[in-house]
């Protein structure tokens, strides 16, 4: 079987090319239900924000995905007083399952200057800075992508709800809902689930709150936002919450632990010194311990040297770092005040 990368670093990325008087950069974070845009002043370290709607491919469709990440574009340009003649490059990193299309459509209305990548590829920026390391993703779905010291990149997961999502907050929403269910029926131990499925949806009973996910429906978002009563209900000690964290880090940690080897970032053909970031992005951490320990158990397992973390900068600081290092500029930026500033822009 053919087991080429699922995602490849775009030339501009892999072999950037140094710009000279490069001065503004622009990266965009194209999500299910908003867009982010920002633009970077490599000389006065100034980032300035623009806003857009939903922008994944598979929600919206190609036509209004396209719109919301130009319109936040423009908006964000319009913000720093620029136009985009004076970009020296620009990275959109947009969610979906086909980014060449979303891309084409980019590069027909404005130039080759501008990159399209998976929003995966961005999170990894965030993640590590744009080094070696892996970046895992579990929000409403989830997904895993590293680059090694060789440059190898590798993708597991994300392969959507239907498919996969495993450890995400949908995946853990709807495993709680079936605990609950088989609590109702008898055929699984008791737990908390089923009265807090009765109570987050509303519902008089357990199986009237299963009714919701065919009759409704409830969205992908809705039954991922109960995942957060599981992570209450594992924090009391709840033995089939906690479980279901322990399930959800183990399949979670089985993708990575496939990135980091085929990435080369640990083992027998580690080609470098087998210490990297694994940078944890996502809504779904937010359940903290019950989450994070287990799969931070399981990353060890085959990387002792991992450096596991949650990420605090936000994702569309991953799509600047991306520009940067695509106009070989990346020594004019410190990560770190990048994310403080980023974090100011938003809150003015």
């Known amino acids: ?3 080429d ?3 490849q670093l775009p030339p501009a990325l892999t072999h950037p090319q140094t710009r000279e008087g490069a001065r503004y950069v622009l990266g965009v974070d194209g999500g299910a239900t908003k867009t982010l845009a920002a633009v970077l002043d490599l000389d006065s370290g100034s980032v300035h924000i623009g806003h857009g709607g939903p922008s994944n491919e598979d929600a919206v469709g190609a036509r209004a995905a396209v719109d919301a990440l130009l319109g936040a574009a423009d908006s964000a340009m319009r913000s720093a007083g620029i136009d985009g003649g004076q970009l020296t490059t620009a990275v959109i990193a947009v969610a ?3 980014t060449d299309s979303i891309a084409g459509h980019v590069r027909a209305a404005r130039t080759e200057a501008w990159i399209v990548v998976n929003d995966v590829v961005g999170a990894w920026a965030t993640a590590t800075g ?9 929000g409403t779905g989830s997904n895993v992508f590293g680059v090694g010291p060789d440059g190898r990149a590798w993708r597991a997961g994300g392969w959507g709800h239907v498919l996969g999502d495993e450890g ?7 495993q ?3 605990a609950a269910l088989r609590d109702r029926e008898s055929s699984g131990p008791p737990t908390g689930l089923s009265e807090a499925a009765m109570e987050f949806f509303d519902a008089p009973s357990v199986e009237a709150a299963a009714h919701l996910v065919y009759s409704k429906p409830l969205t992908k978002g809705e039954i991922a936002a109960f995942a957060t009563e599981t992570a209450k209900l594992a924090e009391r000690g709840d033995v089939v919450a906690r479980a279901l964290y322990e399930r959800g880090a183990r399949e979670l940690g089985e993708q990575i632990a496939a990135v980091i080897r085929r990435a080369c970032l640990a083992g027998e053909e580690a080609s470098g010194d087998g210490v990297f970031p694994v940078g944890l992005i996502g809504s779904a951490f937010k359940a903290g311990p019950v989450f994070v320990e287990p799969l931070t158990r399981a990353i060890h397992a085959c990387a002792p040297g991992a450096r596991v973390a949650k990420v605090e900068m936000a994702p569309v600081g991953g799509s600047l770092i991306l520009a940067v ?3 070989g500029a ?5 990560v770190r005040e990048l994310a403080r500033k980023i974090d100011a822009a938003l809150a003015g």
């Not at 995400?168 to 709807?174: E, H």
Request: charged fraction near 20%.
């Open 325 to 327: 290092r695509a106009c």
């Open 1 to 3: 079987m053919r087991r």
């Open 5 to 7: 990368p699922l995602v």
């Open 330 to 334: 990346s020594e004019r930026v410190d």
């Open 96 to 98: 979906g399952t086909n």
């Open 130 to 138: 744009g080094g070696p390391g892996v970046a895992v993703i579990s």
């Open 168 to 174: 995400s907050g949908y995946w853990l929403g709807v």
């Open 176 to 178: 709680s809902i079936k």
